[in-house]
């Protein structure tokens, strides 16, 4: 395996109540890069991302990270080192503080003040919002902080799953400007579902293309504008329709 790959799959095969969800899938995600995740509702997307970052686990095949075999890792530190942004922002019911401070306070651990701004601050959002409520928070600043949460374990990979598709466009802007600074400026391989095929050609560096569990096409993202496989073409021209 090449070492600019953040993550390989290999063959890989999940099932779940005796329904097969992903299907002897091979492909590579390259290290440092924004790949784009689109295809049908079904096509195995998201439960890829729960085999990558460790919440199921295979049938058969390989999931290598940094070309370690995914059950080299131990839990914890995977999903340090894998995070997950997901389309709903979870929040605690407390304050925004007691949210981005979540994974320390999982390790018996505090979060300075001056640590909850600056974290706050990455992503965007104002340090005066520490105090509020999180219910009061909008959408995409729950987003936000969703974000600056995650990133408090300073994952090398980011997985995100459908993370606009609630919001409106001004905040979708937001959140596509914030994961494509984190890539600049972090070097975070970032994998992201969407739905949205314009964002994929606008954000994705790569595009994978799943459908019915399988890899159909990847490459460079422009391979939206010129499909090779019948099967993406058609589901292009039914998106774009």
């Known amino acids: 395996m090449s070492e600019t790959n953040a993550i390989e799959c290999r063959d890989v095969y999940y099932s779940a109540n005796g329904h097969s969800i992903i299907k002897g899938l091979t492909g590579?995600?390259?290290?440092?890069?924004?790949?784009?995740?689109?295809?049908?509702?079904?096509?195995?997307?998201?439960?890829?991302?729960?085999?990558?970052?460790?919440?199921?686990?295979?049938?058969?095949?390989?999931?290598?990270?940094?070309?370690?075999?995914?059950?080299?890792?131990?839990?914890?530190?995977?999903?340090?080192?894998?995070?997950?942004?997901?389309?709903?922002?979870?929040?605690?019911?407390?304050?925004?503080?007691?949210?981005?401070?979540?994974?320390?306070?999982?390790?018996?651990?505090?979060?300075?003040?001056?640590?909850?701004?600056?974290?706050?601050?990455?992503?965007?959002?104002?340090?005066?919002?520490?105090?509020?409520?999180?219910?009061?928070?909008?959408?995409?600043?729950?987003?936000?902080?969703?974000?600056?949460?995650?990133?408090?374990?300073?994952?090398?990979?980011?997985?995100?799953?459908?993370i606009t598709s609630s919001l409106d466009r001004v905040s979708q802007h937001d959140i596509e400007q914030l994961i494509q600074m984190i890539n600049r400026t972090y070097g975070t391989t970032i994998i992201w579902i969407t739905h949205n095929l314009e964002q994929a050609r606008q954000i994705g560096q790569d595009v994978w293309v799943m459908m019915d569990g399988q890899l159909i096409e990847a490459g460079p993202s422009e391979l939206l504008d010129q499909p090779k496989d019948e099967r993406v073409l058609q589901f292009v021209k039914g998106e774009m329709s």
């Open 28 to 162: 590579s995600f390259a290290k440092g890069k924004i790949t784009a995740i689109v295809g049908p509702s079904g096509a195995g997307k998201t439960t890829l991302f729960r085999l990558c970052n460790g919440m199921r686990s295979i049938d058969s095949g390989q999931i290598l990270i940094d070309q370690k075999p995914i059950d080299a890792f131990e839990p914890t530190a995977l999903r340090k080192k894998v995070g997950v942004v997901l389309q709903q922002a979870t929040m605690l019911s407390g304050t925004v503080h007691e949210n981005v401070a979540l994974p320390l306070t999982l390790t018996g651990k505090a979060l300075p003040q001056a640590n909850a701004e600056q974290s706050l601050k990455e992503v965007g959002l104002e340090k005066e919002l520490l105090t509020r409520k999180s219910k009061d928070l909008s959408g995409g600043q729950k987003q936000k902080l969703s974000i600056a949460r995650t990133l408090l374990n300073q994952p090398e990979v980011l997985l995100l799953d459908e």
